[in-house]
């Protein structure tokens, strides 16, 4: 297994300000992506977070407004940036680790971020 | 493109009864389904997944999904209802194992006493 640490749990920003979340895993993991959860809906994919190198961005998703880093194998970390009433979400971390037996995705518990 | 549908947003039981989630999916490659489940102010959970051995998935807190490939269907099911149970359910298809996941749009799941 995975126990993801993200932080911060939550928190209540100020429109046109910027927040970083941390994901830290207790485990070297293969893979870590980035999650968004508006209000009332499912999960959307922003990106993928590449050790070493640029993150994947999904459609709809750009590196200036969510800059993601992945300095080494068991940490990360999302920033969004200039953000407005339309930010607020939850945003989780995931990781998946390839082992002997099938990979499973693990989530952290994730950040409440309010834009007001 | 790979993506899923969950039919109905919102499925109330009673207690003892039968919970049915139907999720659909659209794969072009041979897909890897899991079942995830939220409780309040709380992270994902995985309840089960399918990765191309038996069709029919047992997983945790006695759910269970049966993959039908002819009708692109992944539902999950319980025999017996539990208050415990209420939550929203997601289903979620990924193209290989430890990557990326589709979600469906979640059913909130209540369960009356």
């Known amino acids: 297994s995975a126990v993801i640490s993200q932080k911060p749990s939550r928190d209540i920003c100020q429109r046109g300000t910027s927040l970083t979340i941390q994901c830290q895993v207790d485990s070297q993991v293969t893979m870590m992506f980035w999650y968004r959860q508006q209000p009332g809906q499912s999960l959307t994919l922003i990106a993928t977070?590449?050790?070493?190198?640029?993150?994947?961005?999904e459609s709809g998703f750009v590196i200036d407004k969510f800059p993601i880093s992945r300095p080494n194998l068991t940490f990360s970390t999302l920033t969004v940036s200039n953000m407005s009433p339309e930010d607020s979400s939850i945003y989780l971390c995931?990781?998946?680790?390839?082992?002997?037996?099938?990979?499973?995705?693990?989530f952290g518990q994730g950040t409440r971020l309010t834009v007001v | 493109a790979q993506s899923v549908t969950q039919l109905g947003s919102h499925v109330s039981v009673s207690e003892g009864a039968l919970v049915l989630l139907r999720c659909n999916y659209s794969?072009?490659?041979?897909?890897?389904l899991f079942w995830y489940v939220q409780y309040p102010n709380q992270g994902l959970q995985l309840l089960l997944k399918?990765?191309?051995?038996?069709?029919l998935v047992k997983g945790i807190n006695g759910f269970e999904a049966e993959f039908k490939k002819s009708e692109t269907s992944f539902h999950l099911t319980k025999p017996s209802a539990h208050m415990s149970d209420a939550a929203e359910y997601f289903c979620?298809?990924?193209?290989?194992?430890?990557?990326?996941?589709?979600f469906g749009q979640g059913t909130e799941l209540s369960v009356k006493p």
């Open positions: 399918y990765t191309s051995a038996a069709t």
């Open positions: 977070a590449n050790q070493g190198s640029e993150a994947t961005y």
């Open positions: 995931s990781v998946t680790k390839s082992g002997r037996m099938n990979t499973e995705a693990f």
């Open positions: 794969s072009s490659v041979p897909p890897y």
């Open positions: 979620a298809v990924s193209d290989y194992q430890g990557g990326k996941l589709i």
